[in-house]
């Protein structure tokens, strides 16, 4: 009867252990699940180019700094540079 006992406890035991690295294991898929499958688009702005850029052009400083990596002033001064030498411009610029 002692044997069935202790037996029953040693398989109790193992019995935690087990549902315990279950548990570890839940909670990695899950923070795994979350941080890499369930992405939304961040960027999903349906403007045509021309108006986003105009956009960005007549939004904040920074925000202007951070799409083109240039100031607003600096962009302008390109665009003028690339047509002096022989872009051509089209309708919207």
């Not at 240039?70 to 003028?80: A, D, G, Q, S, T």
Request: net charge negative.
């Amino acid at each position: 009867m002692n044997d069935l006992l202790e037996q029953f406890k040693s398989n109790t035991c193992e019995d935690d252990e087990l549902i315990e690295q279950a548990s570890y294991l839940a909670v990695f898929i899950g923070k795994y699940a979350i941080k890499n499958l369930c992405k939304e688009s961040c960027r999903t702005n349906k403007q045509t180019r021309h108006a986003w850029v105009q956009e960005v052009l007549q939004g904040h400083l920074i925000r202007c700094y951070e799409m083109f990596r240039m100031e607003k002033n600096i962009f302008y001064k390109l665009c003028y540079e690339l047509a002096d030498q022989g872009l051509k411009p089209t309708n919207c610029m």
